[in-house]
Every structure is written in structure tokens, then in C-alpha cells.
T-cell receptor
Framework: RKEVEQDPGPFNVPEGATVAFNCTYS??????FFWYRQDCRKEPKLLMS???SGNEDGRFTAQLNRASQYISLLIRDSKLSDSATYLC??????????FGTGTQLKVEL | DGGITQSPKYLFRKEGQNVTLSCEQN?????MYWYRQDPGQGLRLIYY???????QKGDIAEGYSVSREKKESFPLTVTSAQKNPTAFYLC??????????????FGNGTRLTVT
């Protein structure tokens, strides 16, 4: 099993829709998680940190399911500007952070 | 403003030449990292450093070398031994040595093309 697995997508959704995608991880010792957003040909930028069961920031909600070892990202009221690739990063491997390959989201008119 | 600066943004080299990518941060971060990203793929760790004068190999260190003589600087050299050097290179830093509580801050990347 890969350390981090994400559905690459793309997820094509209409503007205003709610979309969710999951990230599964193999290291049961992972204690905290990060979601990054990466625009095409740009660097990843931190979207959200998750240190407990979840986190919410405006239209974005992250939920952690430790029993099943996955973390989800929910985006409500999608905007065109949300179009990007979302990278999941579980911690727990010392100082080596392993990035998922990312899930591509395309929000359309 | 504090941040991480990578230069140059685009770099072109001939096969067989070594090339050094610059990464400087003024965030006073202890840890620094180099990642490589290929089209349609995730980030892969090349090298990382938790403290000055110390660094560790990541998952794909072959064909690369680094130095950490100063806290602010972590240059990456892509040597001629690297089989497929063309890629997007990202430098990152984090405040602490424990990644669990320290998300990474990224530079804006260097796109290296070797022909």
C-alpha cells in the first residue's frame, strides 16, 4: 500500500457545488495532516492543518477518520478560483513529509 | 516580508553539465528541503536539512548534492550523474525539526530543462 493515496481526478464540478475527496494513508502513527493547494506550474501553498479530528476554515472542511486511515477535504459553494490540485500530506515519518500525488479539481461555469 | 527565494525561475542546461539551484530563506527556519516534481506526479524528496552543517538523503538523492553552510541557504547541485534532471524543483523550509507541527513553506520553484 502506498504511503499516501489520492484519486488524481480530475473532478469537474459546476460553480456553487459541494465537492469532497479523500486521501488514504498507510502510517497509523500519523498524528497531524496538511492539505496543500497547488495551482498549475506553481508552488504548493498550505490550505489547512489538521491536528485532531478535523478542521474548518470558511468553505473548507477537513475530516479525519483514524480508524479507516483517511482524511477528507470538503469544499462548499465551489468557486472558479478553487480550481487547482489538492495535495494531502500526513506526518509521522520523522522529518520526511510524503506528499500525495494530488487530486485535480476543475470548477466550471 | 519574510519568505523563500529560489533562483532562477527557469534554467536551461546542456546534458553533462552540473548546475546549482539557489534557495534562500529569511524566515529563520531550522529545516530546509528540496523536492522534485514531474508532470502529473507528486513531490518527491531529494534532500533535507534540519540544522546547519547537517543534511540527510531523501527518497531520490542519487545524482544530487547539497550543502548547508548557513541557516538561510540550502543550494542544490544537479550533477551530470542524474539521469533525468529535467523537472520542477521546489525548495521548502519549516520552523521546527519536527514535521508533525511544522507545515512547509515553499519557494516559487525552479524549472530546469536539460537538453
Amino acid at each position: 500500500r502506498k504511503e499516501v493515496e489520492q484519486d488524481p481526478g480530475p473532478f469537474n464540478v459546476p460553480e456553487g457545488a459541494t465537492v469532497a475527496f479523500n486521501c488514504t494513508y498507510s502510517n497509523s502513527a500519523s498524528q497531524s495532516f496538511f492539505w496543500y493547494r497547488q495551482d498549475c506550474r506553481k508552488e504548493p501553498k498550505l490550505l489547512m492543518s489538521v491536528y485532531s479530528s478535523g478542521n474548518e476554515d470558511g468553505r473548507f472542511t477537513a475530516q479525519l477518520n483514524r480508524a479507516s486511515q483517511y482524511i477528507s477535504l470538503l469544499i462548499r459553494d465551489s468557486k472558479l478560483s478553487d480550481s487547482a490540485t489538492y495535495l494531502c500530506v500526513p506526518t509521522g515519518g520523522g522529518n520526511k513529509l510524503t506528499f500525495g500525488t494530488g487530486t485535480q479539481l476543475k470548477v466550471e461555469l | 516580508d519574510g519568505g523563500i527565494t529560489q533562483s532562477p525561475k527557469y534554467l536551461f542546461r546542456k546534458e553533462g553539465q552540473n548546475v546549482t539551484l539557489s534557495c534562500e530563506q529569511n524566515l529563520n527556519h531550522d529545516a530546509m528541503y528540496w523536492y522534485r516534481q514531474d508532470p502529473g506526479q507528486g513531490l518527491r524528496l531529494i534532500y533535507y536539512s534540519q540544522i546547519v552543517n547537517d543534511f540527510q538523503k531523501g527518497d531520490i538523492a542519487e545524482g544530487y548534492s547539497v550543502s548547508r553552510e548557513k541557516k538561510e541557504s540550502f543550494p542544490l547541485t544537479v550533477t551530470s550523474a542524474q539521469k533525468n534532471p529535467t523537472a520542477f524543483y521546489l525548495c521548502a523550509s519549516s520552523p521546527g525539526r519536527d514535521s508533525r507541527n511544522s507545515p512547509l513553506h515553499f519557494g516559487n520553484g525552479t524549472r530546469l530543462t536539460v537538453t
